[in-house]
Nanobody
Framework: VQLQASGGGLVQAGGSLRLSCAAS????????MGWFRQAPGKEREFVAA????????YYSDSVKGRFTISRDNARNTMYLQMNSLKPEDTAVYYC????????????????WGKGTQVTVSS
């Protein structure tokens, strides 16, 4: 599976961005998908996840109510709508895929995309 994240950029605090993750190489609809992020000097952390058909979503407490994860299986693409962005959301964001039920640990991820930088200025 190849994953390609896009949509990062520089935004002011309170602004919005939408990240996309395009997948290829395996039936997208069979994958549980998610987003992680990694800030400088910190460990990679779970942000959000969505099950294979979009019926279930999961969020970290730090983004709940501000971020929305979604997927379009017809387009082999996952999205992360990020609203009310804060400077502490600044990080490289990675899309991730797992075969089987989702687990929020980086060590349980089967496929990673290259990251996209999100920078939120105060």
């Amino acid at each position: 599976v190849q994953l390609q994240a896009s949509g990062g950029g520089l935004v002011q605090a309170g602004g919005s961005l939408r990240l996309s993750c395009a997948a290829s190489g395996r039936a997208f609809g069979s994958l549980e998908m998610g987003w992680f992020r990694q800030a400088p000097g910190k460990e990679r952390e779970f942000v959000a996840a969505i099950n294979w058909n979009g019926a279930s979503t999961y969020y970290s407490d730090s983004v709940k109510g501000r971020f929305t994860i979604s997927r379009d299986n017809a387009r082999n693409t996952m999205y992360l709508q990020m609203n009310s962005l804060k400077p502490e959301d600044t990080a490289v964001y990675y899309c991730a895929a797992r075969i089987g039920l989702w687990k929020p640990s980086p060590s349980d991820i089967d496929y990673w995309g290259k990251g996209t930088q999100v920078t939120v200025s105060s």
